[in-house]
């Protein structure tokens, strides 16, 4: 072979081999055109009445009606509102870092994030790939570091800094799951009812006791603090089907859990059977006044918050843990606390008896 066609040979194989570096390394170079650019531009935050995020068989889908946000796929229950805002915020600042050239992202474990108008009009959509991660020596783990994404139905992958981890098609993550928060110090009188009889505490000296304690019995201070504290920061562990009746929750045969509070709101709450294959139990919320100060704009405001709380509650059938139910259904046996045995008396010591002296 002639040197010049062996000298062409090797410029070739340098070239192709610069080449396919310089390509590999551009498909995560920035792109001076892109980087820095909205992913969603001309997003507009008061534009977008609907937003649905899907992936693979689940969807959440989340309203924005005369009544506010709600999460349509969850009984249209109240969503929380400042974390749909944060989140479209969130999508709207979002700047491209990097483009990925030739990457795709796997429509197979992909969140798919769709943003119509109050009509579902489509205004814009983005999808969420893989996660990066880089790792934390503080801490041990590994650490989110940005999300590869691509919009509205464009092929092109960028890379963002920002996770978006919120972005899950689990209902539960877009509503608060706080039902009531009501201090037990603030707490007048309980009465519980159901199948195993009726049960009465109220406030006493300063302290929340059992009624009709017989002589010789005492109060488990235990219980009652776990029945004090029933409805402070009660929470639902999930919504069932508004519809089901009484029979179907099992609240026809169920319990009552009444609280009456020091300024004369009254919250009663009804608690059926355990939901099926699960062990959380159906509960159903009502709440009104009795105002007891005398002072008419004190009543006034004691019933009207009695009133907005009733609203915020009564509609929705909510499921509540066992032991937090637990805490609402106790008989009157379960407050009674054993009596301590007495300490066992030492047994009487034994002497050994002297021997008689012996004779002389």
């Not at 080449?19 to 992913?39: C, E, H, N």
């Amino acid at each position: 072979m002639k040197k010049h066609k062996l000298f062409g040979l090797v410029l070739a194989a340098v070239v192709l081999g610069l080449l396919a570096s310089w390509t590999g390394r551009s498909r995560q170079l920035r792109s001076p055109s892109q980087l820095g650019k909205p992913v969603l531009p001309g997003l507009t935050i008061n534009a977008i009445g609907r937003i649905e995020i899907a992936q693979q068989s689940k969807t959440v889908t989340l309203a924005n009606t005369d009544d506010g946000w709600v999460v349509s796929s969850l009984y249209n229950y109240p969503a929380d509102v400042a974390k749909i805002r944060e989140n479209l915020l969130a999508l709207r600042d979002l700047k491209i870092g990097a483009v990925q050239r030739g990457a795709r992202i796997d429509s197979t474990n992909a969140t798919l994030v769709d943003l119509q108008d109050e009509r579902g009009k489509p205004l814009a959509s983005i999808r969420l790939g893989e996660v990066r991660t880089k790792p934390n020596a503080q801490y041990g783990w590994d650490m989110p570091d940005g999300r590869s994404v691509s919009a509205n139905a464009n092929d092109t992958v960028f890379l963002v800094k920002d996770s978006l981890s919120t972005f899950v098609p689990d209902a539960k993550t877009w509503v608060n799951t706080e039902v009531l928060n009501v201090p037990g110090a603030d707490i007048a009188k309980v009465a519980i009812s159901g199948p195993d009889g009726a049960v009465t505490l109220e406030r006493a000296s300063g302290a929340l006791t059992l009624t009709g304690l017989s002589a010789g019995e005492s109060c488990d201070a235990s219980k009652v603090s776990s029945v004090e504290s029933a409805l402070g920061n009660l929470r639902f562990a999930d919504l069932a089907d508004p519809a089901l009746t009484d029979v179907q929750t099992g609240m026809a045969t169920g319990h009552t859990f009444t609280v009456s509070t020091t300024d004369g709101t009254i919250y009663a709450a009804r608690i059926g059977a355990a939901a099926p294959n699960r062990s959380d139990r159906y509960l159903r919320l009502a709440v009104s006044a009795q105002p007891v100060s005398t002072n008419a704009a004190e009543r006034a405001s004691v019933t009207q918050q009695a009133a907005e709380r009733n609203q915020s509650v009564s509609p929705w059938l909510f499921l509540i843990s066992s032991w937090n139910a637990d805490s609402m259904t106790r008989s009157r046996a379960s407050f009674i606390q054993a009596p301590t045995p007495p300490a066992p008396k030492d047994p009487p010591s034994e002497t050994t008896p002297e021997k008689p002296a012996a004779e002389s």
